[in-house]
């Protein structure tokens, strides 16, 4: 009776140790690329950088983040995409290239980590959701009055940000969108100065104009 306690304590043991080690036993689709905070502080610098204007008092932000570069993309982002538009004059370093098609093989979910000036909603499929934070906050002007007319900000949507292997750029897409159907899409490319992160050049990856005639598609320009 003893030898057999013995034994069935020993496999505990061993099955608890293993369950222990890195990545055993782990779900094949458990997700370990959170959004992190540092990625949150470039998506702000964007926004505040990019399309905040004194006026705009809400931002709406697509939930789920983008996987393609422009609206009629066909399949998933490649090395070759990039070398076809040739964005910033191929000048951007290859394991950055490469991080940023791995870092948007799928979709990830942004969470109320921003921190930009104006209140935000996020939507999902085009409607909006239940806010996280303060929806309205009056901007101060310079003679420190508060504007009374709100202003919404045209949806915006992010990619995941990727970063080079030496951690000193990073690279990420946002889009705007229009309830015309008109909008753009940014390619920002970012270099880390010291301990800060400018944002060092811009590429526009694709413009829709909308149509006069409101039974005519948006015209889609690269």
Known sequence: M???FTVVIAAVLFVNGFLCLPGAMA?????????SAEDY????QVVTSKFLTSSTQLVVIERMTRLRL???QEGSTTVGVFQEQGYFNDELPTDMIRE??????????LEGRFHFAVGYRFATEGRLEEPEVSLARPIMVADSMPIQAPSILDRLAFSRVAR?????HALLYVEALRPDGSGAGFLVWCRRQGRNWTLF????AWTIQARLDP??????AP
């Not at 502080?41 to 702000?44: P, R, V």
């Not at 940023?100 to 979910?109: D, K, Q, T, Y």
């Not at 080079?164 to 000193?168: E, G, K, V, Y």
């Not at 050049?201 to 526009?204: H, P």
């Open 27 to 35: 779900a094949p689709d458990q997700k370990t690329d959170a959004i």
């Open 201 to 204: 050049d811009t590429e526009v």
């Open 70 to 72: 422009s609206p009629d």
């Open 2 to 4: 003893m030898n057999r």
């Open 215 to 220: 039974e005519e598609g948006p015209l889609l």
């Open 41 to 44: 502080a470039l998506y702000d």
């Open 100 to 109: 940023f098609i791995s870092a948007n093989r799928r979709v990830s979910r």
């Open 164 to 168: 080079s292997l030496r951690n000193d």
